[in-house]
């Protein structure tokens, strides 16, 4: 098993200015790790080695691998979370295999911030739960953990605070103005006949992706008010026999999304949730899915191959580090497309039905 690793990183990034401190401190921690990896006591040839501790110093190695590939091709911000996320792994693997060594039990792998990884270590699970959302149990850094536990005290209103009464004046009719409902992290209603207009507010990290889901087999049109940063308003969303899990960038420059929802029914319930881009799921070589979604690729400028099973067209667009529309890399209907991947980088596929994509 290769143990050469270290040595410095080489800066490969066009968007300095601002970020460079933090780039350095990254930069620095990838190489501490590294160096660390180095002078690790551990051989996998040494009398008593086990299966699980050479599977954990792999995992280190791996990590510490992955942390320089995403650091030194870092063009995007999400780039350095990717670095900082396997810089993660490869401590955690690190430690487990120090635990071996120790004949202790592996320690409990504690994920990065929930809200957002450049806030470090999570330091506990917390129970939280977006507006109208359900709740369910995150890993939060210490200062989100205070945050969220100030956010749950009770407001009193202060004097010259309490609401107005507006009188109508005498002989008028009465105005009929619907309810403005405030942005929301997380939207829920049922079918949908496009009179609405829904409200999706934007998260504090950037860039986000938004989750459509619903509980049942059903066929829903999505409609951006704007169309800024992307290739169209209009996203056709379909489970193909199963129930919808889409996921739609949100770009940055705004914030709330404004939507409306084309339900084939109105019985069927529907979620709609911004989330970071840790649950955009990441791939090398292959990966497969059902209907409109946001993949990470991670392998390299080359051949690819899309394959589709589904109605209608099915398009695989590049987007920038804003997740805003960049090319259109491949389209087609039904049957095997070839294309050239231009890079590593977030890709949106639009489709209704079963596809999978792979490099060649």
Known sequence: MRR???????????????????????????????????????SPGRPGA?????????????????????????????????????????????????????????PEHMSLCFFDARHGQASKQVSWAPPGG?????????????????SRSPVTPQPGQESRVRVQ????????????????????????????????????????????????????????????GRSSRLYRLSGDGTPITARIPLPEGNKAIAF???AAGDREAWTATAVPLREVPCFHDEINGTGSDVVHYRGEPGPGALHYAGPSLIQLEALDDCLAYGVTVAEGRAGEHTFQWPGRGYYQVRSAGAWSLSAT
């Open 169 to 228: 004046p005498r002989g008028s009719k009465p105005r009929t103005t619907p309810p403005v409902r405030a942005p929301q992290p997380q939207v829920s209603g049922k079918g949908g006949s496009g009179e609405q207009t829904h409200q999706l507010a934007m998260p504090s990290y950037r860039p986000a992706v938004m989750v459509f889901s619903t509980n049942g087999q059903t066929r829903v049109h999505l409609r951006f008010e704007g169309r800024k």
């Open 260 to 262: 409306r929802v084309f």
């Open 134 to 150: 359900v709740a369910r149990n995150i890993a939060v850094c210490a200062a989100d953990a205070v945050r969220l536990a100030e």
């Open 4 to 42: 050469g690793v270290g040595g410095g990183l080489r800066r490969l990034w066009p968007w300095r200015g601002r970020d460079a401190s933090a780039l350095a401190e990254i930069e620095a921690e990838i190489t501490a790790f590294g160096e660390a990896l180095n002078v690790h006591s551990f």
């Open 50 to 106: 086990t299966d699980e501790m050479r599977a954990e110093l792999a995992r280190a190695l791996d990590a510490y691998e992955q942390a320089k590939r995403d650091f030194t091709g870092a063009r995007t911000r999400a780039d350095t979370l990717d670095a900082l996320r396997a810089l993660d792994e490869g401590r955690h693997a690190l430690a487990c295999l120090d635990a071996l060594l120790a004949g202790r039990r592996p």
